[in-house]
């Protein structure tokens, strides 16, 4: 959280942190499994985990804020009084393992999307508290 920490306003505080489930990289994981010899796991390992680290996803109370990328950087910003509607979305396994997408709409065509998230359904549930959504 680094950089959502670093960009916080003043008097903006985080209220959710969200996180990438190791869920999403099953396949990464069991392609591991089966070739544990070779180089290529190993650097679909480091992969996971510069992905993994390179994320961050919060909800302040102010805006929702997604930072993604480790060399080159993305965020996207939403003010939460701007928030029109909070989707989710998730797969058969995203529903096993409690993860998917959530998409922030707002006003216009602006919008927040965190993908693979730990707990969309808490997410959504936040962010419609927080703006009465």
């Avoid at 480790?70 to 989710?88: F, G, H």
């Amino acid at each position: 959280m680094k950089y959502i920490t670093q960009t916080l306003a003043k008097n903006e505080e985080i209220v959710y942190k969200g996180l990438i489930s190791k869920w999403v990289f099953l396949g990464v994981y069991i392609l591991v499994a089966a070739t544990f010899i070779a180089i290529f796991p190993l650097l679909a390992l480091v992969w996971v985990a510069i992905v993994i680290k390179s994320t961050e996803m919060a909800v302040t109370n102010k805006r929702v804020i997604v930072k993604t990328g480790w060399i080159m950087r993305d965020t996207t910003e939403l003010k939460l009084s701007k928030v029109e509607s909070v989707n989710v979305s998730q797969g058969l396994l995203g529903r096993l393992f409690n993860y998917g997408t959530v998409t922030v709409n707002g006003t216009g065509v602006q919008k927040v999307i965190m993908k693979n998230i730990k707990d969309p359904i808490k997410v959504r549930e936040v962010i419609s508290e927080i703006c009465d959504v």
